[in-house]
């Protein structure tokens, strides 16, 4: 069976470069269909989160699809609201329960809320000390949000996964994530759909005999970016994870690089306003 390429992470735990990201999909039937088609076609993650109001039906479709569930590498994020040290301690409690689970592999702070994230990351290395999560991490911390946990922390965050695409490519951010061996996730790596028609991709997609999406996310792995796709179409959750039989020259990797105009689909981490 076709395995996805795997990531090891600072602690050596292994990621796929490839999950399935399941964000938008809060309808029960819609939400299993997509999650037991990924795990049919050799998708082994999964990355949902408290907000997406679906880790009861992750956890119902990895348990029906019968893979030994240490073959699957399941992602959960804390809240906003739900921050700091004890009511991310009661959090993970419910999306363990939720995920019908008894660990976790990733589990990430969602944003750093001001104030609380520091306490929010005590609460993970602490659920990370009693081996509840295989991975502790973080998302949407910029540069200088890390270099506040690194100042506290006994256990570096070992994944940030930050809004990235070919229109925000965030350079300066990857490059300290790398000296300091944090992996980079990507998400909305697809730019959710708005740059698939951009003539630079669309001409790389033409070349390759691969859709502007293959393209897309064969940059993303060459360039060492974990990627989490959503798709709740089975003809895409399939296109997606084709991504590995081919191989981008050096000069078109650039020429993607190059379509940068720190354009963000989603907010910034410092600037964000969430009212619920
Ligand atoms: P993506 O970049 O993955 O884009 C998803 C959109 O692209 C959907 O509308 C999907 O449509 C469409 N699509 C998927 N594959 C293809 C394809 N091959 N061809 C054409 N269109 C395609 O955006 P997301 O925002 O969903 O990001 C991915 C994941 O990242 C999320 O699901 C979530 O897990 C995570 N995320 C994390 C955030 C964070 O704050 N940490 C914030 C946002 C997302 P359709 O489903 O109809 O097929």
Request: glycine share 4%; proline share 4%.
């Amino acid at each position: 069976m076709f395995e996805v390429p795997s990531k090891t992470l600072e602690n050596g735990v292994k990621m796929p470069y490839l999950g399935l990201g399941v964000y938008k999909m809060t309808d029960r039937e819609e939400a299993l269909q997509a999650i037991t088609k990924a795990l049919e076609v050799g998708y082994r993650s999964i990355d949902t989160a408290a907000l997406y109001d679906n880790e009861t039906e992750v956890g119902e479709a990895i348990r029906s699809s019968n893979i030994p569930r240490e073959e699957i590498f399941v992602t959960t994020k804390v809240w906003n609201k739900d921050q700091g040290y004890d009511n991310t301690l009661r959090a993970f409690e419910t999306s363990l329960k939720k995920l019908g689970l008894d660990y976790i592999d990733l589990y990430l702070i969602h944003w750093p809320v001001e104030d609380k994230f520091l306490d929010t990351y005590r609460a993970i290395e602490r659920l990370y000390d009693e081996k509840l999560i295989r991975v502790p991490g973080v998302s949407n911390h910029h540069q200088h949000h890390l270099e506040k946990i690194f100042a506290k922390a006994n256990v570096k965050p070992m994944v940030d996964q930050i809004e990235l695409h070919p229109y925000l490519s965030q350079k300066s951010l990857l490059n300290f994530c790398k000296e300091n061996g944090v992996a980079v996730t990507a998400w909305g790596p697809l730019g959710r759909g708005q740059m698939l028609d951009d003539e630079t991709i669309v001409r790389l997609a033409n070349k390759y005999n691969k859709t502007a999406a293959q393209v897309i996310l064969r940059w993303h792995y060459q360039n060492d970016i974990i990627t989490i796709p959503k798709s709740v179409t089975p003809s895409r959750i399939e296109e997606n994870i084709n991504i590995f039989d081919f191989e981008l020259s050096f000069e078109d990797i650039h020429s993607m690089d190059a379509l940068n105009k720190d354009y963000r689909t989603g907010q910034d981490p410092d600037h964000f306003h969430f009212d619920f």
